[in-house]
């Protein structure tokens, strides 16, 4: 047994006390207060939500604190839970957690995810708000085309975003790093729309042109139309992709969508940055699945995805 003499302890107390002084250990002090606003929604609508939630919880330097919000959610006792529990930032989930979040009138930074972001909604909060958008980042939905498809040229795309919109400049960004030429057709309404795609797609060329179908809080929800066009690029063996995996289901080639619980867990990394330095970020979303259908692929002779379905992370018909 080691016997220590008294001026020995205190040598040794006074090390471990410098320790600690120049090495402290993490506590709740250093963590950034977070309130993660969401709705109470039944399942299975609730599923995203709860794996974005789990993503962030995983962020070990944040101090998460859940607030399941309902119509008959009263702002005002909200707001007083938040001030009590000096939250430095929201993360609201939902169309219903952004509706809250606006009427809490909150004055810190805001993040915002698992919904769609209107034009009228950045605006409002242009100098606050940092987001990661539904729609990913069409870099990857054009490296993937590039991939999957080689043969292909043109990429035809039917929206009513504007030129100046960011999926366009982001488009067309991405068209050039993939060697692409990216055609867009402007539609004001989803009956020009629905024109547009008959015609255009009579027009296109099998071998090389493809259809990009773009999201719907980004254009015109097209799921009336969706059978006319799917079955139109069958007939003319076009490749169509998009970035809804229920499209693939019935017939689109590929589609990537996000994958909730790491951007559940780059939501509490943009609350952290938010409280530090402060800023207004928005990003497309960049952690993707990939939905495949092999059928679609056999018939247009793409034998990338036939042959090493198991590369991909949902594959259609179920296998």
């Known amino acids: 047994m080691v016997r220590w003499n008294k001026c020995t302890r205190h040598v040794f107390l006074g090390v471990c006390l410098l320790v600690v002084a120049l090495f402290p250990p993490i506590s709740s002090a250093s963590q ?21 939630i789990e993503g962030i919880n995983q962020k070990p330097d944040v101090k998460i604190r859940e607030y399941r919000i309902s119509n008959e959610t009263d ?10 529990k000096n939250t430095e930032v ?36 242009r100098n606050t708000m940092n987001a990661i958008r539904l729609t990913p980042d069409p870099e990857l939905l054009f490296s993937r085309l590039r991939e999957l498809s080689p043969q292909a040229r043109r990429i035809f795309v039917i929206t009513s975003a504007r030129k100046d919109s960011w999926l366009l400049i982001s488009a067309n960004d991405a068209v050039r790093k993939n060697n692409f030429e990216l055609i867009v057709h402007e539609a004001l309404d989803i009956r020009a729309a629905a024109n547009l795609y008959i015609t255009v797609m009579e027009s ?10 773009p999201p719907d809080d980004e254009s015109f929800d097209i799921r009336n139309i969706l059978p006319v066009i799917l079955q139109s690029s069958w007939d003319r063996r076009i490749v169509v992709f998009c970035s809804n995996p229920a499209h693939v289901k019935r017939g689109a080639l590929f589609a990537l969508y996000p994958d909730n619980k790491k951007m559940g867990n780059r939501l509490a990394a943009l609350a952290v940055d938010a409280v530090k330095n402060g800023g207004s970020r928005i990003f497309p ?5 990939i939905a495949v259908n092999v059928r679609t692929s056999d018939h247009l002779g793409l034998n990338r995805i036939t042959r090493r379905p198991h590369d991909f992370d949902v594959v259609y018909p179920s296998q």
Do not use: C, H
């Open 75 to 84: 702002t005002s006792t909200l707001r007083k839970q938040l001030d009590d």
């Open 204 to 213: 296109m060329k099998p071998d090389t042109d493809v259809l990009w179908l």
């Open 90 to 125: 929201i993360i609201s989930l939902g169309r219903r957690g952004v509706e809250v979040m606006q009427a809490l009138e909150w004055k810190k930074p805001v993040v915002i995810g698992a919904v769609s972001l209107t034009p009228e909604l950045v605006d409002a909060y």
């Open 285 to 289: 979303a960049q952690d993707v699945f």
């Open 32 to 52: 950034v207060s977070v309130a993660v606003i969401y709705p109470d929604v039944a399942p299975p609508y609730n599923t995203i939500l709860l794996q974005v």
